[in-house]
C-alpha cells in the first residue's frame, strides 16, 4: 500500500519556470491538500480540493494552481517560480473532509528556487 | 483567527526520562480535534495522537499521552520513556472552526533525546 506519493523528492528551478509537483493516493481518499514548510513557520496550507473536481484556496495561496481531475491525483503548478517559493511542499490527504480526520502526508518535495 | 501556540523552539530530555511538550490554542468551538504530529530527520509527517475536545480523558498512544485542559485551551504532549528514535520535531495541529480537515500547525518542537 503506497500510502500519498509526491514526486520529485528534489528540484532546483530558475526563477521564471514553471513546473508541476505531483501527488498520487491510493486510499481513495476524498480530501486532498498541499502545505509549504518553512524554518520556523510550521506548515502552511496552500490549497485544498474535498473530492473531484472542487478545489478551494487555503492559507498561502498566490502563486500556485491546483486541479483534481481525479479522486487519486492532486498536483500542484507553479506557473512562474520565484524565490520566495523555496521550500518544502507536502501533500496530504484523508478519507473525508471531517475535522476528525487525521491526514496522510507524502514524504514531500524540497523545492529550490534559484 | 484561530491560532496554535508552540512557545518552546527546542527541547533536550536524556534517554528513558520523561518530557513534556506544551501547545496552546484558540478557538471559540465547542467540539473540536486537536492532533500532535512528528516529523523526523527523514521528513515524513507522522500522526502520534489525536485528542477530542468532548472527551474528558486524555488520550494515550502508548509512551505518548495528552495533558489536555479545554478550559485553559491547552494541549501538552507527554513522551515517557524517551527513546533515541523520539528525536524529531513535533507539531501541534488544530483544524479552525467549520474548516473541516485544513489543519493550522504550531510553529513546532525540536525535541532531542541525548544518550
Known amino acids: 500500500n503506497a500510502g500519498v506519493t509526491q514526486t520529485p523528492k528534489f528540484q532546483v528551478l530558475k526563477t521564471g519556470q514553471s513546473m508541476t509537483l505531483q501527488c498520487a493516493q491510493d486510499m481513495n481518499h476524498e480530501y486532498m491538500s498541499w502545505y509549504r514548510q518553512d524554518p520556523g513557520m510550521g506548515l502552511r496550507l496552500i490549497h485544498y480540493s474535498v473530492g473531484a473536481g472542487i478545489t478551494d484556496q487555503g492559507e498561502v495561496p498566490n502563486g500556485y494552481n491546483v486541479s483534481r481531475s481525479t479522486t487519486e491525483d492532486f498536483p500542484l503548478r507553479l506557473l512562474s517560480a520565484a524565490p520566495s517559493q523555496t521550500s518544502v511542499y507536502f501533500c496530504?490527504?484523508?478519507?473525508?473532509?471531517?475535522?476528525?480526520?487525521?491526514?496522510?502526508f507524502g514524504d514531500g518535495t524540497r523545492l529550490s528556487i534559484l | 483567527a484561530q491560532t496554535v501556540t508552540q512557545s518552546q523552539p527546542e527541547m533536550s530530555v536524556q534517554e528513558a526520562e520523561t518530557v513534556t511538550l506544551s501547545c496552546t490554542y484558540d478557538t471559540s468551538e465547542n467540539n473540536y480535534y486537536l492532533f500532535w504530529y512528528k516529523q523526523p530527520p527523514s521528513r515524513q509527517m507522522i500522526l502520534v495522537i489525536r485528542q477530542e475536545a468532548y472527551k474528558q480523558q486524555n488520550a494515550t498512544e502508548n509512551r505518548f499521552s495528552v495533558n489536555f485542559q479545554k478550559a485553559a485551551k491547552s494541549f501538552s504532549l507527554k513522551i515517557s520513556d524517551s527513546q533515541l528514535g523520539d528525536t524529531a520535531m513535533y507539531f501541534c495541529?488544530?483544524?479552525?472552526?467549520?474548516?473541516?480537515?485544513?489543519?493550522?500547525f504550531g510553529k513546532g518542537i525540536t525535541l532531542s533525546v541525548r544518550p
Open positions: 496530504a490527504s484523508s478519507l473525508t473532509g471531517g475535522s476528525n480526520q487525521p491526514q496522510h
Open positions: 495541529a488544530f483544524p479552525p472552526a467549520g474548516a473541516n480537515s485544513k489543519l493550522t
